[in-house]
């Protein structure tokens, strides 16, 4: 079945650093990628999407790219905020499915990024 | 724009006590989901909804029941909580049979002892 693998933190990092938190998928068909990040105490927001090979997603800053050949979608940010600190979660969703199996997003287990001033 | 509304937000049970959680979502969306997410799991789906009438079981849907009342509501109910079962669950909506990007309520913190 579809997996999708994160590095879980905490990672902690100093503001104004370079972040990546790396994010590699297992999936039978085509899917579409995402990252969305939780604030405490809220819910989920999508953050970046990316639907097909060698698109890049990007949004506030962040960047992540659909390497196919990999199969990962690494997220980026090239000078992080305190403001940045959440919890992230890569997730995929299939596409193309003819029928059986599961609807909904599969996630990975989210990282915890912590940004200290 | 209110999106996804879950009530209640927090919510304690006793052990074999019943509750619904309530979901609903004003975006005219077909595919509504339930989620829980407990500590270094992630997010588990334990139900969803591919249209109004229809639902299917998740990777965890054991100890739950689901209604989908009609395209803007979503309900799961627990029948006999279970310690177990505290968790915080998310409901979430989408577009397209789950292709494109879900959309999150704010999730009902749920504690049963």
């Known amino acids: 079945g579809d997996s999708v693998t994160q590095m879980e933190g905490p990672v902690t990092l100093s503001e104004e650093a370079f972040l990546t938190i790396n994010c590699t998928y297992t999936?039978?068909?085509?899917?579409?990628l995402f990252w969305y990040v939780q604030y405490p105490g809220e819910g989920l927001q999508l953050l970046l999407k990316?639907?097909?090979?060698?698109d890049k997603g990007s949004n506030k800053g962040f960047e992540a790219t659909y390497r196919k050949e990999t199969t990962s979608f690494h997220l980026e940010k090239g000078s992080v905020q305190v403001s940045d600190s959440a919890v992230y979660f890569c997730?995929?969703?299939?596409?193309?499915?003819?029928?059986?199996?599961?609807?909904?997003?599969?996630f990975g287990k989210g990282t915890h990024l912590i940004i200290q001033p | 724009n209110a999106g996804v509304t879950q009530t209640p937000k927090f919510q304690v049970l006793k052990t074999g006590q019943s509750m619904t959680l309530q979901c609903a979502q004003d975006?005219?969306?077909?595919?509504m989901y339930w989620y829980r997410q407990d500590p270094g799991m992630g997010l588990r789906l334990i139900y969803y909804?591919?249209?109004?009438?229809?639902?299917d079981k998740g990777e965890v849907p054991n100890g739950y029941n689901v209604s989908r009342l009609n395209k803007r509501e979503f309900s799961l109910r627990l029948e006999s909580a279970a310690p177990s079962q505290t968790s915080v669950y998310f409901c979430?909506?989408?577009?397209?049979?789950?292709?494109?990007?879900?959309?999150f309520g704010q999730g009902t913190r749920l504690t049963v002892v």
């Open positions: 909804s591919a249209s109004e009438g229809t639902t």
């Open positions: 975006m005219n969306h077909n595919s």
């Open positions: 999936a039978t068909g085509y899917p579409s």
């Open positions: 979430a909506s989408s577009g397209d049979r789950g292709r494109t990007e879900a959309f």
């Open positions: 990316a639907t097909k090979a060698d």
């Open positions: 997730a995929l969703s299939e596409r193309g499915r003819s029928g059986g199996g599961a609807d909904g997003l599969t």
